[in-house]
């Protein structure tokens, strides 16, 4: 089973992604999520896949973290914690489904891992 970690799960190739990995639940699992800003697709997604971590923006974690209550999901910082997301060593799979230059630092940690 392969861990995998999305960032940017609720745009158009996190959302696909999350299609393959629903096909074969047998050999991925989502142990991560990132978003942005939409909260209410961000938060399904959480639900039905259960990660370990999803990160979101720092002024919308209060809102998720009530909406989600005790679900055992750690909820980071989109804007400060993807490098450490993506260098844990539990993750076998980063998908950068991120758009611009937001990936850009996300993506050389990941390769460096």
Do not use: C
């Amino acid at each position: 089973m392969k861990n995998v970690l999305i960032l940017g799960s609720t745009g158009s190739i996190g959302i696909n992604t999350l299609k393959v990995i629903r096909r074969h639940h047998d050999r991925f699992r989502v142990v991560g999520l990132t978003a942005y800003n939409n909260l209410d697709a961000f938060e399904r997604q959480i639900r039905e896949f259960g990660p370990r971590w999803a990160a979101i923006r720092a002024d919308l974690s209060g809102s998720l973290r009530q909406r989600l209550g005790s679900r055992g999901v750690r909820i980071l910082d989109v804007d400060t914690d993807l490098e450490d997301l993506v260098s844990m060593k539990s993750v076998d799979i980063v998908v950068i489904a991120m758009r611009g230059a937001a990936a850009l630092r996300p993506f050389l940690k990941a390769v460096q891992s």
